[in-house]
């Protein structure tokens, strides 16, 4: 659970601790030299008009022209080194990004937030890197503005520090009524981008049955409930930012009416009157910048607070050993599974065991569980109860990338990866060796046919394997599981788009593994590919009605 694991992203922002130091040493430094102006201000009205004084005058212009050169110099200082950190944090948890988005396609599909931690880490970093964190960053130094003003006369200080309550009062309730908008918000978003997902994926079977307007009425449904969601959340930041800055402006007129009053009672100076009127505004100024950046420091905050509790849940628990590679059985022991999203159970009570050389064929009707098993037994979702074991380990001992190549998994929707076809059999392994390639490509029977394509090997496959027929695809994901020679390979309907060349191919491979030691994993529907099985599992509505050799199995069916 998040509590029990630190937050990523504050171990992340500790390696930048010196640049925030800076950042902060360089906020007091540009704060005070900020004075500059109202002081310059001052001393022109009661130093050089009284006096006639030109050269003063020269001199404190060209004293008031450094003094803005290097607030200048440190202002662009702080904005980079600002957008060095949003920097560093995309680097440092680029990875868990990646891996978080692949883990919540698989915990959450179709609910269109799958890409929400990259949206999440943009909008930090963006956020990082923009005028409403200096400004939160200067809001402590309105403390030293106003205690400036009050040095010139304690009612300027007194009205600044009344008037600066006040606008982070109008700061809360900017943040009170923001946030509930700004979480419908993203809800909604999230629904529209799923249904252009699922149209974008599916826009042959809308064109051909026409279901477009149909899916064009349920867009327009998603539209205008993110649209009302952004309408109404850029009404109240619009309108908190308005009654901000009036207020700010009316602050401003009754700092000049006091200052005035002061002169008049001869309390002070004329120049008082300007110089108070520039402190009251550099004292506000954070203020009125934060309430007009809200709208994005919430987005930010609620992206922050996302990624700490998605990144928290991703944190392994223990690091894997790296245990020998399995090469004697395959047991299931008590298996019983909930998909993810689901809240009854998909699988109860399996229990089989699977030796070296076995192939083991999975029948049962449509929804009995076939295809939950074989992605349990890949690691893709975690078992609820019992355990999946490859040489008595179980699946989440092995480090991961040492369970992925003692895997195979071809599953039901061969789909491929934009890339070579070199690449996708190679499972874009890095360094992979050409041969290594071939020899799973042939171990598919997939290796004549590649060599007949425009670029061979490296013939593009285009989005999911769109450029190739289903068929080719199929075969090609065939190669790429048998790819490294898995100790387990798990085949979900291999023979769905296949041929009888390609039928023939499959059964080859199939008794190919078996031949080295392998254990294969059939579930399928048309029996044709079953005749390589030597072992049968047969479910039905998520339930073992019956595991044995082929033969007793299909008998019991026959009865």
Do not use: C
């Amino acid at each position: 659970m998040p509590a029990q694991h630190p937050s990523r992203i504050a171990t992340v922002l500790k390696k930048s601790r010196s640049v925030f130091t800076s950042i902060f040493i360089l906020s007091a430094a540009l704060n005070v030299l900020l004075l500059g102006g109202a002081l310059y201000m001052m001393l022109v009205y009661d130093v050089v008009l009284p006096a006639g004084s030109l050269p003063t005058l020269w001199g404190l212009l060209l004293i008031v022209i450094l003094v803005y050169a290097f607030q200048t110099i440190i202002d662009i200082i702080r904005t980079r080194l600002l957008s060095r950190v949003g920097a560093t944090i995309d680097q440092d948890l680029g990875q868990d990004i990646f891996d978080l988005v692949s883990q919540l396609a698989i915990d959450r599909p179709g609910k269109g937030e799958s890409l929400q931690p990259i949206r999440d880490l943009d909008q930090v970093r963006n956020f990082l890197a923009s005028s409403g964190l200096l400004a939160i960053a200067d809001l402590p130094w309105m403390i030293f503005f106003i205690l400036v003003l009050a040095l010139l006369h304690w009612s300027l200080g007194l009205t600044v520090l009344l008037g600066g309550i006040a606008l982070l009062a109008l700061t809360y309730s900017t943040d009170r009524l923001t946030r509930a908008p700004t979480e419908l918000l993203t809800h909604n978003a999230n629904q529209r981008l799923a249904l252009a997902e699922s149209s974008r994926r599916h826009a042959e079977i809308l064109k051909a049955m026409a279901m477009g307007p149909d899916m064009q009425r349920r867009w327009n449904g998603y539209s205008q409930a993110f649209l009302g969601a952004q309408q109404s959340l850029a009404d109240t930041a619009g309108t908190m930012g308005s009654i901000s800055k009036i207020a700010r402006m009316l602050l401003q007129s009754l700092v000049l009416t006091v200052g005035a009053i002061l002169v008049i009672e001869g309390k002070a100076t004329g120049g008082v009157i300007f110089a108070s009127s520039i402190l009251a505004s550099r004292a506000l100024a954070p203020v009125e910048q934060a309430i007009g950046n809200w709208r994005s420091l919430a987005a930010a905050r609620q992206s922050w607070r996302r990624l700490e509790h998605h990144l928290a849940e991703l944190s392994p628990e223990h690091i894997p050993l790296h245990l020998p590679t399995p090469s004697r059985q395959l047991q299931v022991q008590h298996l019983a599974v909930i998909p993810p999203g689901a809240t009854n159970p998909a699988l109860a009570g399996i229990a089989f065991t699977l030796a070296a050389g076995d192939v083991l064929g999975v029948i049962g009707p449509s929804g009995s569980g076939k295809s939950t098993l074989l992605r349990v037994m890949a690691g893709i979702w975690p078992p609820t109860h019992g355990h999946v074991r490859l040489d008595s380990a179980a699946l989440d001992q092995y480090a991961e990338q040492q369970r992925g190549r003692a895997l195979g998994y071809l599953p039901q929707n061969a789909e491929l990866i934009d890339g070579s076809i070199a690449e996708n059999i190679a499972r874009f392994m890095e360094g992979a060796k050409s041969d290594h390639v071939i020899s799973a490509a042939e171990m598919a029977g997939v290796h004549e046919l590649v060599k007949r394509m425009p670029q061979g090997y490296g013939t593009t496959v285009g989005p999911n394997g769109a450029f190739l027929s289903a068929g080719q695809r199929q075969r090609i994901a065939l190669a790429r599981a048998l790819f490294g020679n898995p100790f387990l390979l798990l085949l979900d309907e291999p023979n769905s788009n296949l041929d009888p060349e390609g039928e023939a191919a499959l059964a080859a491979a199939v008794d190919g593994v078996r031949e080295r030691g392998g254990i294969v994993i059939l579930a399928a529907h048309r029996r044709s590919i079953l005749r390589s099985a030597d072992k049968m599992l047969h479910l039905e509505a998520g339930r073992m009605k019956s595991f044995g050799p082929k033969h007793r199995v299909l008998e019991e069916l026959e009865r």
